[in-house]
Every structure is written in C-alpha cells, then in structure tokens.
C-alpha cells in the first residue's frame, strides 16, 4: 500500500508541474494568504489559552476573595483537650512530687500502725497459751510441715530438678529401648540366614521348586523359631507364602530373602506412643522399596517387631 500511495502522489506531482503553471505574482499571492492565515490561527490559538487560563484563575480566586474571614489559619495546640498552655521545657510541677512523697509516708504509717497492732495481738495471745504447750507444740509441728510441703511446691530450684530428672529418666529409657531395637534389627536381619541352616540344601524338592527342611514338618514350627523378637502374626505374615506343606515334608521355595534394615545408614525414628516406635529408612532402587519399616511393641513387658513393610 505504501508503494502504490507513493506512485500516486508521484503521478499527481508530475501533472501538475506538466499542466498548471503559476506567475511568480501569483505564487507570492498565495504564499502571502497562507501565512496570513497561519498568523491568524496562530492568534486565535493563544488568545485561546490566555483566556482559559485567566477562566481558571477566577473561578479558583472566588472564594478566597468572597469569605476572607474562612482562611484564617488556626494554631494547633499540642494538648486538644486541655485549655492549658504547655510548659516551653515539658517539665512537670513541684506539686505532683509533693503528693505522691505525701501518699508514700501516709502508706508507710499505716503499715507502722498495722504492724504495731499486730505486735500487740501476739503478746495478748502469748500470755494465755503458756498453760497449754503440748497441743500447741503439736499444731505448730503439722504447720511447718505444711510449709515445708508448699515451700517445695513453690521453689523453681526444686521443680527444676525434678523436671530436669524425670526428663533424665526418659531419655535413659529411650536409651535403653534402642539398644533393644537395635538387637531385634540384627535378629531380623538375620532371619534368613536362621531359617536357611533350618534346611537341607541337597534335598530338593523339583514339583515345587524348593528344599525341604531336615526336621520341621509344619509351618508352626518355622513361627516358633521367630517369636523371639517377631510376633505370631508378623512371623506368619513374613514366612506363610514362603512354606509348603507337603506329603514328604515342609519345602521352603526358592525366593529372594527379605530386605535388611542397615543400622549405619540413615534412618528416621517415630515415636507413636510409649509401647510403639516405627524405624523408617529409605532403600536403593531395586525389587523392594523405596523405604523398610519396622515397627516395634511393646507386649507383656517385651519388645518385639510387630510390623515389616518394605
């Protein structure tokens, strides 16, 4: 479109140059009117302004000129609701001292006479309660228990030991419940290994495609050799898909062994309540994962692994 408007325009210049021809008193003519034009419009344009700037200027000077008595500025006080002037140094009157030195002594001599009252009750109730020593001996017995009793409760030094102690306890309990899980771990990291020297590895069984074991015939037995640190349900969990009974025997079938839990690698410790922890670790990529729990219960005084996931 930009080529075509510039070929038009061309062709319209070349036409006129070719066919209208101006006098030079006819171009000066025409240049005279447009510049007179242009300085008319000019005028006009600024007469334009002038006369809009000086509009805004009224309409903004009308009021202030209307109501003089509107534009006073106020002072503003530094103290809204108070008539008083505020001191130049902010320093406060003698006066406010003297009353509170004069509140004070009339404290301290009513604490004066209070006390000598006090006094005075005491000796009247001595001198009738000299016959009477025993029960009174008694009373004052139970007494200082009492307020050796509240005196413990009060004392911070006191509770922070007993805090400081029980909190010593917990964590030598915990202390000594890893060293038991960390037993079971090595027991469950072992179990393979203890039921494998249960078989015998020439004695195999082709229909199932795996060994019998010398002298275990039920897959009881095999649950009983666990219930030391695995209990009955987690041990038939673990071992019942793994055991056939048959005719000439129990067969345990050739599969991979279970995953361990590595004790010098990384783990996470839940405490779930008092008688249930959970060991998480996570695991490297391969046919079990990605993480190995095991979680141990406390039943009949005994920890066990109550649960194995992998």
């Known amino acids: 479109m930009d080529n075509f408007d510039n070929g038009i325009k061309r062709e319209l210049k ?6 209208i021809h101006f006098t030079e008193n006819e171009r000066e003519k025409i240049l005279e009117s447009a510049v007179k034009k242009q300085q008319k419009y000019v005028a006009i344009k ?8 000086l509009a805004v200027f009224t309409l903004l000077a009308i009021p202030f000129f209307a109501n003089p008595e509107d534009n006073i500025i106020h002072k503003i006080s530094s103290l809204p609701f108070s008539d008083k ?9 003698d006066s406010l001292f003297e009353r509170k030195k004069k509140d004070n002594n009339q404290h301290s001599e009513n ?33 200082d228990q009492e307020k050796n009793q509240d005196e413990s409760e009060n004392n911070p030094i006191t509770n922070e ?14 202390n000594v419940n890893k060293e038991i899980f960390h037993e079971l771990i090595k027991k469950f990291n072992n179990m393979d290994a203890q039921i494998s020297n249960l078989v015998d590895s020439t004695n195999y069984a082709h229909n199932v495609g795996g060994y019998y074991f010398k002298e275990l015939t039920k897959k009881e037995e095999v649950y009983n050799h666990l219930l030391s640190y695995l ?10 898909y793994r055991l056939v ?26 405490k779930i309540n008092d008688t249930k922890f ?21 039943i009949d005084d005994q920890w066990l692994i109550s649960n194995v996931s992998y």
């Open 245 to 270: 009974e048959s005719e000439n025997g129990l067969i345990e079938l050739s599969m991979d062994g279970h995953p361990d839990f590595y004790l010098d690698q990384p783990y996470i410790i839940n």
């Open 85 to 93: 002037e505020p001191d130049s140094k902010g320093e406060l009157p």
């Open 46 to 53: 600024l007469l334009t302004v002038t006369a809009f700037t």
């Open 278 to 298: 959970e060991y998480v670790q996570e695991m490297e990529p391969g046919l079990f994962g990605p993480i190995i729990s095991l979680t141990f219960t406390k």
């Open 161 to 174: 030991t007993n805090v400081e102690d029980s909190a010593n306890n917990e964590a030598n309990q915990e």
């Open 14 to 19: 070349n036409h006129v140059h070719q066919n």
């Open 231 to 240: 209990t009955h349900e987690e041990a038939e969990g673990l071992w019942s």
């Open 111 to 143: 604490d004066n006479s209070e006390s000598e009252k006090n006094e005075n009750a005491v000796t009247q109730d001595e001198e009738p309660n000299k016959e009477i020593d025993m029960p009174e001996n008694h009373n004052n017995s139970e007494k």
